[in-house]
């Protein structure tokens, strides 16, 4: 065991004493800790363009013009959203897949999509879907005020 453990440890510092010797080899060696903070997420730039914000009361007074897109997870969506929305979890570090769009293409029909669901994601799953082409895509600015739309149909 004594054994296992000094071959181990030789073959980490020899290891060690290679790396460090590399990177004092190089003509621009690494730095060992950062010289600023940085940014570990960072969204891409895809487009300028981001999809617009919508008002509930639009969407009150017309609901046959749009199709609802709940952002939240399944087991939220299970557990109440406005009737008729269709549910597509959104995780910001993914973008949604083609699938999924032409999914959304066909079920919307020449409805506009309204993203709805907590808010920050909401502006996110809308942003994404405008990116890859969807322009007919809003979320709402009230953000989580879309329970509105359940309690308008239960009345």
């Not at 609901?63 to 109440?80: I, Q």
């Not at 083609?98 to 020449?110: F, K, N, P």
């Not at 993203?115 to 920050?120: A, H, K, M, R, S």
Request: charge should be negative; hydrophobic fraction near 40%.
């Amino acid at each position: 065991m004594k054994s296992f453990l000094f071959r181990s440890l030789g073959i980490v510092g020899f290891s060690f004493a290679v790396g460090i010797t590399m990177n004092a080899t190089r003509p621009t060696p690494l730095a060992w800790a950062a010289d600023s903070d940085y940014e570990i997420y960072d969204d891409c730039d895809e487009t300028t363009e981001t999809a617009e914000p919508m008002s509930i009361a639009d969407v009150l007074a017309h609901p046959d013009y749009y199709l609802l897109v709940d952002a939240r997870e399944p087991d939220a969506f299970a557990a109440g959203s406005a009737p008729g929305a269709v549910n597509l979890p959104y995780d910001p570090l993914f973008s949604v897949g083609q699938e999924e769009i032409d999914a959304l293409r066909s079920r919307a029909g020449d409805r506009s999509l309204v993203i709805i669901g907590d808010p920050e994601t909401a502006k996110l799953l809308a942003d994404d879907l405008f990116s890859q082409g969807m322009t007919f895509v809003n979320y709402l600015e009230e953000g989580d005020q879309w329970t509105k739309l359940v309690a308008k149909e239960t009345e």
